[in-house]
């Protein structure tokens, strides 16, 4: 018995110190997330600061925290702040090197809350990949698809990239074109076109609408007119000038052309007497 309680007695310590370690862990990261939701809660309200740098912000508090208490763990183990400073300056190059990816993602991320390309809500392109951003964290970007897919992409990646941000004008033009059959008037179609916009109380009056016929294709003569909005309504006046503009040249005997294949047959014997 006194050989087991001598046993015990030498691993006390460590036990002690295991069982620190495991709460200081847990209590670290309820009260990093705490904290983060605190500052998120607190700077988003605001209306002068952006959305994105509230999160960046409480993602940034978040891993501080966690570093601290990640070396608080260490001291109970043996391990002095002093020595892991100089632990980790020797091994910076080390880290540097492995983490180089990682690193460039948190630099990445800086630069985009700096001269912020895109913000919280806005629908974006970037590297070819469209989506409306949900946040900016110390290393991703979240975005999400129309259809509801979900996209995380490196903020080196991001950053990297050429970004088309559709949502950053509070105005957008809508570009349509519509090809008439030659046998019809153009002047008549591209009347219906400008009455049709003009009717819209979502066209703006500034700048006027524009139509004008743009082409003269192989079977169609093209007609483009081009329509400013505000950005909210780019997609809902585009799908209603299509629709509209259809059911109007189908009253007027606009035709809209679309490929013919014309077969001719010919009769042998004919084609030998002759």
Known sequence: MNAISEQLGAYTPLIINVSKAILFLVVGYIVAGMVA?????????????????????????????????????????????????????AASLAIGLALQGTLSDVASGVMLIIFRPYKLGDYVNVGGTSGTVQSVDLFVTYMVTPDNVQIIMPNSKAWGSIITNYSAQTTRRVDLTFGIDYSNSADKAMQIILDLANADMRVQKVPEPWVAVTNLGDSSVDITTRLWC?????????????????????????????PHTQIISVNRDEKAEA
Do not use: C, H
């Not at 700077?43 to 952006?50: A, H, Q, S």
């Not at 994105?52 to 601290?68: D, E, K, V």
């Open 37 to 89: 939701r605190f500052i998120r809660n607190r700077i988003t309200p605001l209306e002068k600061v952006d959305d994105t740098l509230g999160n960046f912000a409480a993602s940034m508090a978040r891993w501080a925290i966690l570093t601290i208490v990640v070396i608080a763990v260490l001291q109970l183990f043996g391990f002095q702040a002093t020595s892991l400073v100089a632990v980790l300056g």
């Open 230 to 258: 505000d950005a909210a309504d780019y997609w809902a006046l585009k799908f209603d000038m299509l629709k509209a503009v259809k059911e109007a040249f189908d009253e007027q005997g606009i035709d809209i052309p679309y």
